[in-house]
């Protein structure tokens, strides 16, 4: 009996470390989220899929269960023991994994930022994917909420981690479009919370927000997971009337809340396009058929001419995408 449960173990075993091995003719990327469990993710790698079938690569993820700033390092190291050629990696923290990417890269690993960067420590990556120019969001979203509240009155935060160095960079923005364009100056922001990506935490401060400032008017939440609990949080309270939630949602989670009222608009961009441009980037940069250099340009099918930017930046769209009504129904994602 325990010989045969042996034998199975070792069976079980071999199988896995055959699926686990790389191909060694095939450019070999992991995709790393911020986190288990948010539907965002799923997009961007079915996109990573799509896209190593048509350039030809071997993909796999692997995510942490939290997004806190250091849950990403075991899964780093574990890849660059492996001797996966590409890492890419949306980061949980700005500067807690530079020494993990130095040790990747010396062992010749690329690593690529995909949908956040390291902001301040770029030279701890190889390039950066970004799903749209960055200096877009901050300025998009407090227009959108101001149009939202006749640019007046008390407006709140809710964002994923206090580390997040993709909603830190749009906060810094929207403080500094707030504070700097007289056409919101009657707007405050009264508080930045923070849900760390669990819809729970972001339930739990979202009903915070509403019983600590009664005169609350909008709600920007840049977060997918944070703009959804909001919704909810707001519609059962009954005061989808009096503040205004916005913020970057995925429209197959807020599809229910455009349709009754609740979220009048939001926005996004395509985290399956950023996945799949990523993708044909890699085994392009791999294989040698384009030099990872600013100015660099590359085909990738089903989005035309990308171009590598200053400090290795690509960006996958110019413009964010805002979503209603009108036009929530030809989404899906
Ligand atoms: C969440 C994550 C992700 C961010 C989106 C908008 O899903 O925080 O990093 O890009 O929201």
């Known amino acids: 009996m325990l010989r ?54 071997t993909f796999t993820t692997a995510a942490p269960a939290t997004a806190e ?15 996966v050629n590409v890492i890419a990696i949306s980061p949980n923290s700005p500067d807690a994994l530079d020494q993990v990417f130095d040790r990747a890269r010396a062992k010749g690993t690329l690593v690529f930022a995909v949908n956040g960067d390291i902001t301040g420590n770029t030279q701890h990556r190889d ?20 149009s939202m509240i006749g640019y007046e009155g008390e407006i709140a935060i809710l964002s994923a ?10 906060i810094k923005d929207m403080v500094a479009t707030l504070k700097s364009n007289p056409k919101y100056a009657k707007m405050t922001l009264v508080a930045t919370v923070y849900g760390d990506d669990e819809p729970q935490k972001s339930t739990t401060v979202a009903e915070a927000l509403l019983s600590k400032y009664p005169n609350l008017k909008g709600i ?18 009954g005061k989808a009337k009096t503040v205004h939630v916005t913020g970057l949602g995925t429209p197959n989670q807020m599809r229910p809340f455009i349709k009754d009222g609740t979220v009048s608009a939001f926005q996004l961009w395509s985290p399956y396009n950023e996945g799949l441009l990523s993708a044909y980037f890699a085994v392009a940069v791999k294989e040698g058929k384009i030099k990872n250099e600013p100015g660099a340009t590359l085909d990738v099918p089903g989005l035309g001419k990308v171009t590598v930017g200053p400090d290795h930046v690509i960006n996958t769209q110019a413009e964010l995408t805002t979503f209603n009504a009108a036009n929530i129904d030809k989404f899906n994602f």
């Not at 079980?12 to 986190?35: E, F, H």
């Not at 700033?69 to 001797?83: D, V």
């Not at 981690?161 to 749009?170: L, S, Y």
């Open 161 to 170: 981690t206090t580390d997040a160095p993709d909603q830190n960079a749009w």
């Open 4 to 57: 045969k449960s042996l034998i199975a173990g070792l069976i079980a075993g071999t199988a896995l470390m055959a699926t686990t091995a790389l191909a060694a003719d095939k450019t070999s990327i992991v995709y790393i989220p911020k986190n288990t469990g948010n539907p965002y993710f799923d997009s961007l790698v079915q996109g990573f899929v799509d896209g190593c079938e048509k350039a030809g690569c």
């Open 69 to 83: 700033a250091t849950s990403q390092i075991p899964f780093i190291t574990a890849q660059t023991q492996r001797g």
């Open 127 to 146: 390039a950066a994917i970004l799903p749209v120019d960055f200096t877009k969001t901050g300025p998009g979203q407090v227009e959108l909420v101001g």
């Open 220 to 237: 920007i939440a840049p977060t997918t997971v944070g703009i959804a609990a909001a919704a909810q949080v707001v519609q059962s309270a």
